[in-house]
């Protein structure tokens, strides 16, 4: 009788519907409860549809019942192993939490143009809802500089008006021009094995401020797994694509590129 339900396990569990074999499991499981046979193919069941602690009670109990030969005994022992894992992971993936970090990214360059150095202290937190689904918030706290862009033509003429308004511009900026600045960006979200987005700013406190997040859903159609969303992510590679700059010259702010995605 088991082989009616040990047979198509791994088919199952690579197409995802449980639904006949679940019908069966509860079929044998009347019909023979102790049979070591019934037991581990109803923990594969189960342990296929999440439910790792059934799963581990059935894999157990078919241990312990009636004699089996080392081959069987061996295979049941590795069930029953991979089940302890999921376990471990089912319990982690409930976990709530708090955590922080320090990222630091560094680009040399020419100063106050094409130089990078952006220090972050992200801290996130972490609530989850149940085995497969947690919101999340963040703040980060991001300082950007690119060093100071020099008071002499040769070097400023290909950053903003510099060059268009010749080398009597320089007076606009006879100390050199800063360029460095600081905000806090902040985000929110919800994860979930088919759903996942988010909703954030880029830093406030920069020159340049967007509204930024993303959004995916996970399906299928038959044979078929689908996956489709859009993100909208800020450029951070220098920078002027992150916070944005001001003119020294003219005063005029640019900058601040987003990067959609489909």
Request: no cysteine.
């Given at each position: 009788?088991?082989?009616?339900?040990?047979?198509?396990v791994q088919v199952v569990r690579r197409s995802g519907n449980w639904a006949r074999a679940e019908r069966d499991s509860?079929?044998?499981?009347?019909?023979?409860?102790?049979?070591?046979?019934?037991?581990?193919?109803?923990?594969?069941?189960?342990?296929?549809?999440?439910?790792?602690?059934?799963?581990?009670?059935?894999?157990?109990?078919?241990?312990?019942?009636?004699?089996?030969?080392?081959?069987?005994?061996?295979?049941?022992?590795?069930?029953?192993?991979?089940?302890?894992?999921d376990a471990e992971d089912d319990a982690r993936s409930r976990l709530s939490y708090v955590a922080t970090s320090v990222?630091?990214?560094?680009?040399?360059?020419?100063?106050?143009?094409?130089?990078?150095?952006?220090?972050?202290?992200?801290?996130?937190?972490?609530?989850?809802?149940?085995?497969?689904?947690?919101?999340?918030?963040?703040?980060?706290?991001?300082?950007?500089?690119?060093?100071?862009?020099?008071?002499?033509?040769?070097?400023?003429?290909?950053?903003?008006?510099?060059?268009?308004?010749?080398?009597?511009?320089?007076?606009?900026?006879?100390?050199?021009?800063?360029?460095?600045?600081?905000?806090?960006?902040?985000?929110?979200?919800?994860?979930?094995?088919?759903?996942?987005?988010?909703?954030?700013?880029?830093?406030?406190?920069?020159?340049?401020?967007?509204?930024?997040?993303?959004?995916?859903?996970?399906?299928?159609?038959?044979?078929?797994?689908?996956?489709?969303?859009?993100?909208?992510?800020?450029?951070?590679?220098?920078?002027?694509?992150?916070?944005?700059?001001?003119?020294?010259?003219?005063?005029?702010?640019?900058?601040?590129?987003?990067?959609?995605?489909?």
């Amino acid at each position: 009788q088991a082989q009616r339900l040990q047979a198509p396990v791994q088919v199952v569990r690579r197409s995802g519907n449980w639904a006949r074999a679940e019908r069966d499991s509860e079929a044998l499981l009347a019909a023979a409860p102790d049979d070591p046979r019934v037991l581990r193919a109803a923990g594969q069941v189960a342990q296929g549809q999440g439910r790792t602690r059934q799963a581990l009670d059935f894999y157990r109990r078919a241990l312990a019942a009636a004699p089996m030969d080392a081959e069987d005994r061996a295979q049941l022992q590795e069930l029953l192993a991979s089940a302890q894992r999921d376990a471990e992971d089912d319990a982690r993936s409930r976990l709530s939490y708090v955590a922080t970090s320090v990222d630091l990214q560094e680009k040399p360059g020419d100063a106050g143009v094409s130089r990078l150095r952006d220090l972050e202290i992200p801290i996130e937190l972490r609530w989850s809802l149940d085995k497969d689904r947690y919101v999340w918030a963040h703040l980060d706290s991001v300082k950007v500089d690119s060093g100071t862009l020099p008071p002499v033509y040769n070097d400023a003429a290909l950053y903003g008006k510099v060059q268009a308004y010749g080398p009597t511009s320089l007076a606009q900026f006879p100390g050199g021009a800063q360029q460095s600045q600081s905000g806090e960006s902040v985000g929110l979200g919800y994860h979930s094995d088919r759903y996942r987005f988010d909703l954030g700013s880029t830093p406030l406190g920069f020159l340049v401020q967007n509204v930024v997040g993303s959004a995916e859903v996970d399906g299928s159609a038959g044979p078929l797994d689908l996956s489709g969303g859009f993100s909208r992510r800020p450029m951070n590679s220098s920078y002027l694509s992150y916070a944005g700059a001001r003119d020294p010259v003219t005063g005029a702010v640019w900058g601040g590129v987003l990067k959609n995605s489909f």
